[in-house]
């Protein structure tokens, strides 16, 4: 299992998961208001800063950037039109679902705040003062230097077992 600081991170992602995904929900499956058609688009601002280049084409022929221009806005009202073809096929909860499934949003993130305070309460070193955290630290450290004595001892016995074991393996071979 993952230390406290580890499911603490984890449970906070987790949160900015859930309030992105609640908010996009409340956003996209919300009653639409009075007027449900989007807005029209806005008209193309003239440019004033670049006069118009001298037309070195053809009188009869129509000029490229009026051309471009032409394509621009009829690629404009395609995109208008997907996105209100978009719009119009989404299928919309009920009121009563809808103020339903706010609730359960609620619910869950308030039952993931409720765990990350209970990880937070759960963090050593929470209700302690520094003193008494200082002399926590110290009796760790002395148990530490106590059990490296300790290994450091099993060491060398397990050393001198080998040694032990490899001359009467030698004896055996030789008898």
Known sequence: MADRLTQLQE???????????TIRYLTTKHTPALDPSPPPPAPAAPNYSNPEPPNNS???EPSSSNSNNNNNNNNNNNNNNNNNNNNTGTNLPTPTQFALDQRELARDLILKEQQIEYLISELPGI?????EQEARLRDLQREMREAERERAVAVQEREEVLRVLERCVLGVRRG
Not at 11 to 21: G, I, R
Not at 127 to 131: A, D, H, I, K, M
């Open 127 to 131: 209700g302690t003062s520094e003193r």
């Open 11 to 21: 449970a906070l992602d987790d949160l900015a998961t859930q309030f992105y995904s």
């Open 58 to 60: 053809n009188p009869n």
